[in-house]
Every structure is written in C-alpha cells, then in structure tokens.
C-alpha cells in the first residue's frame, strides 16, 4: 500500500499524503462495508435470523410430528425385511 501511495503522488509533503491515505482508507471502507453487505445477504437467504434465533425454541407441529412417525415407520419397515 505505502508503493501504491507513493504511486498515486503522496509520497511529498504531508497534505498529499494525508490526502491519499484518506482515500485509501475511504474506499476500504466502502468496500469492506458493501462485502458485509452481501455476506448478511447471503446467509439470511440461507435461513440465518440472528444470534436469538435457535432450532430448539421451535414448537413441534402436527406436520412434523407425522413426518418423523412416517419416516420412522419407514425405517422400522427397512430393519424388518433385512
């Protein structure tokens, strides 16, 4: 980064030094914020709803109750036959 400063002509007096670092860190700014962005983007379309969120406060309801007693039933007809 000190090379690319150099380069961009921060490399004489202070004023045009801090003027280039303020960018720098302006535009690493921007771009590490919009990268959060998309990153929250992407694990809310995975399911993610923040750190209160956890599987084990859900209620059991009868739709998922009938799924486990069909997939169980399932199995225990798999186990028979072997």
Excluded: H, K, N
């Excluded at 150099?6 to 590490?32: D, E, K, P, Q």
């Excluded at 919009?34 to 399911?47: D, F, H, Q, T």
Aim: a positive charge; aromatic letters at 8%.
């Amino acid at each position: 980064m000190l090379r690319a400063r150099a380069a961009r002509g921060g490399g004489g007096c202070l004023g045009g030094r801090a003027s280039v670092a303020g960018a720098i860190v302006g535009s690493l700014f921007v771009r590490g914020y919009e990268r959060a962005e998309r990153v929250v983007l992407a694990m809310e379309a995975r399911g993610y709803r923040g750190p209160d969120w956890t599987p084990y406060r859900r209620r059991w309801s009868v739709a998922d109750i009938g799924c486990l007693a069909l997939c169980l039933l399932a199995l225990g007809g798999i186990l028979l036959r072997q």
